[in-house]
């Protein structure tokens, strides 16, 4: 007699034999979790440790505390990049630094220039630095009155560029043109400012920045006051440069002003020291008689008038005296030889301060 199939369920043999099979599967699944985390998280977490950590440069260690200079030419690669900060002490690994560059997609904001690294910088930082264009000014402070001689020099002894380039600029016609200046040269347009360049800019874009600013303060309010008193922009920059020149402070030279302009309406010479001496070539320090009596378009002793031009380059408070000039009728002044000047209606009063100021030297 055949017998019956057990149909109430497993026998437990067989329920035995299928919890072990579910257990291994279970065990090669930690297994393969644990292998996938020794070879994938071990490297993400070391990875992350040498994007964040925070390195010192070498020259940080051994006592410079003006960081490492670290220069990125234009049209350099990622992996030159990445050598160069790493023979700087700037990052540890240009590897990680390759790898960190194409995880953020971050290669084509990499900004050419100088860059001053200072202190810990982890890589991620240094990346930050180089993609935002944090880059290394070298700074260039042009006090007021100088002439566009004494600006170029100043500027190529700053490490701004070379000064026989800038020299050949000044006389570079075509280049007044482009950045279209009235004069024949660029005497007055150089303003007077603190700058900060980057290095590498050239010649042309240094003096550049230097026009545009002069003309910003050129405004049309400033033209307009000027314009009433007869004078155009360039006639403006002249004598605002006279001006400069001539005052000993700056509360001073809305008055300078008034005596020139006063002088200018009554068809006086204005009789200038300072346009006399720029129009000597080689001027020994000592202004005499004689020198008054040398004729040069700028001579203001020998013509009626303004000068042929600016004389030097002037600052807004020159600007702004020259066409705002005080409401007074002193024709004259003279050098109290305190910073100061005395000022004078009639030239009787002026002689009598010539004896008391400049005689009792």
Known sequence: ?????????????SVEQGDRSEWQLWRRLWQTVLVFALFVGIPVLVFAVAVLRPIEPESSLVGDSDGVVITIESGQSVAQIAQNLAA???????????????LTGEGRKIQAGVYRIQGAQSTRDVLRIVVAGKVELTQCTLPEGMTAVEVVDFCAQSGLGDKARYRALLKDEAFRQKLNIKGSSLEGYLFPETYRFAPGSSEQTVLQVMVSQTQQHLTKPLLAAAKKHGLNEFQLLTLASIIQKEAG?????????????????RGMMLQADPTVIYGIKDFNGNLTRKDLRTRSPYNTYM???????????????????????????????????????????????????????????
Do not use: C
């Open 88 to 102: 700087k002490g700037v990052v540890t690994d240009p590897f990680i630094f390759r790898l960190l560059v194409r």
């Open 303 to 361: 013509k009626r008038g303004l000068p042929a031009g600016p004389i030097a380059n002037s600052g807004l408070a020159a600007l702004r005296a020259a066409a705002y000039p005080e409401e007074v009728n002193y024709l004259y002044f003279v050098a109290t030889g305190e910073g100061g000047h005395y000022f004078s209606y009639t030239l009787k009063e002026h002689n009598r301060a010539v004896r008391r100021y400049q005689l009792k030297r």
């Open 1 to 13: 007699m055949a017998q019956k199939p057990n149909l109430k369920g497993n026998s437990p043999a």
């Open 249 to 265: 402070n700056d509360q001073e030279m809305p008055r300078i002003s008034a005596v020139f302009h006063n002088r200018l309406k």
